[in-house]
C-alpha cells in the first residue's frame, strides 16, 4: 500500500474550473494505476477517471482529465464546466498494475487497496 493525500477541493461556482493533486509515498509510483473517484451524500462511490501506469488515460465523461507526474509522484484531476452535480467528496486511488486486466477493471473501486482520506468540491449554481 502506498499513502495518499488529496488536496485543492473547495468551493467553486458553476461553470468553473479546479485541479485536484493527489501526492503519493514510496519509490513504486510509476508502476501503479492511479484512480480519482467521488462519493456524494447518500450515494455510491463513483468511478471518475484513471491513469495506468503506461499513461493511458481513462475518463469517464468529457469535462475531466487525469493525468500524472511520476517524478513529482502525483497524480491529478482536472475538471471544467463544473456542475452543482459534482458536489462530492473526492477520493485518490492507488492499485500496482495488473497483466492482462482491461479499463472495465480498473474502473471497480473494489480492487484499489489503496486510498486518500478525500477533498471536498462544492459546487454552486
Known amino acids: 500500500q502506498v499513502q495518499l493525500v488529496e488536496s485543492g477541493g473547495g468551493l467553486v461556482q458553476a461553470g468553473g474550473s479546479l485541479r485536484l493533486p493527489c501526492v503519493a509515498s514510496?519509490?513504486?509510483?510509476?508502476?501503479?494505476?492511479m484512480a480519482w473517484f467521488r462519493q456524494a451524500p447518500g450515494k455510491e462511490r463513483e468511478f471518475v477517471a484513471n491513469?495506468?501506469?503506461?499513461g493511458v488515460a481513462d475518463p469517464a465523461r468529457g469535462r475531466v482529465t487525469a493525468s500524472r507526474d511520476n517524478d513529482k509522484n502525483t497524480f491529478f484531476l482536472q475538471m471544467n464546466s463544473l456542475e452543482p452535480d459534482d458536489t462530492a467528496v473526492y477520493y485518490c486511488?492507488?492499485?500496482?498494475?495488473?497483466?492482462?486486466?482491461?479499463?472495465?477493471?480498473?474502473?471497480?473501486?473494489?480492487?484499489?487497496?489503496?486510498w486518500g482520506q478525500g477533498t471536498q468540491v462544492t459546487v454552486s449554481s
Open positions: 514510496g519509490r513504486n509510483f510509476p508502476t501503479l494505476t
Open positions: 491513469v495506468r501506469w503506461g
Open positions: 486511488a492507488a492499485q500496482k498494475e495488473v497483466s492482462g486486466k482491461g479499463n472495465s477493471y480498473y474502473r471497480d473501486a473494489g480492487i484499489y487497496d489503496s
